[in-house]
């Protein structure tokens, strides 16, 4: 069966220094992985994603990720975080049947200034 | 900017009563999604549609209906609402090999 792990609830750092999100999946063949992030009382905003191609992955904000297949994980990734990015973040994955996204239970971001 | 679009974005409603959430996207999608969430929680699945007149559950069971007679339009429904029912609901749409397009949502409170 196919999943997704975010297993950190939380994640604090400070304006400036670098952050990751961590998230591991498990899904039979080639993965479609995506990140989205989601501020108080909004839909979800949609970062950036993997469907195939180079392992490191640009998307919107300053943010990146990794695709690792080895590892089976796609971690979310800032060169240097500003205060505005603390918000609620979510691994997703297309289920085996391409039909619909499935969600980790979410990492929320904190940084502080 | 997603150009899906959910109304009412807040509805306080009392017990019993019935209600509809709307859904309406203007891309054209042919997925489309309703995901209810509590507050800062994990999303889970209550129904999906491939197309006009495609419906299925989700994972997460529900006692809420919907409906999908044009593609644009993938309205939820609740016949008799309860408190359990208190929750956000978030609407989306996609195509195949793509990213889903999220609504703002709902949040729904049932006194």
């Known amino acids: 069966a196919q999943s997704v792990a975010q297993p950190e609830d939380q994640v604090n750092v400070a304006e400036g220094n670098p952050l990751t999100v961590k998230c591991t999946y498990s899904v039979s063949g080639n993965p479609y992985l995506f990140w989205y992030v989601q501020y108080p009382n909004r839909g979800l905003q949609f970062l950036l994603k993997y469907i195939t191609g180079d392992n490191l992955v640009k998307g919107s904000y300053g943010f990146e990720a990794e695709f690792n297949k080895s590892q089976t994980s796609f971690h979310l990734k800032k060169p240097s975080a500003l205060v505005s990015d603390s918000a609620l973040y979510f691994c997703?994955?297309?289920?085996?049947?391409?039909?619909?996204?499935?969600f980790g239970k979410g990492t929320t971001l904190s940084v502080s200034s | 900017e997603a150009d899906i679009y959910q109304t009412p974005r807040y509805l306080v409603i009392g017990t019993g009563k019935k209600i509809t959430l709307e859904c309406s996207q203007t891309?054209?999608?042919?997925?489309m999604y309703w995901y209810q969430q509590d507050p800062g929680m994990e999303l889970h699945l209550i129904h999906y549609s491939y197309g006009v007149n495609s419906t299925e559950k989700g994972d997460l069971s529900s006692e809420s209906t919907v409906s999908r007679i044009r593609t644009e339009h993938f309205p939820l429904t609740l016949e008799s609402a309860r408190p359990s029912h208190t929750s956000q609901y978030l609407c989306a749409s996609r195509i195949s090999g793509t990213e889903a397009f999220f609504g703002q949502g709902t949040r729904l409170t049932v006194v």
């Open positions: 891309m054209g999608h042919d997925k």
């Open positions: 997703a994955i297309l289920n085996q049947a391409g039909t619909a996204l499935i």
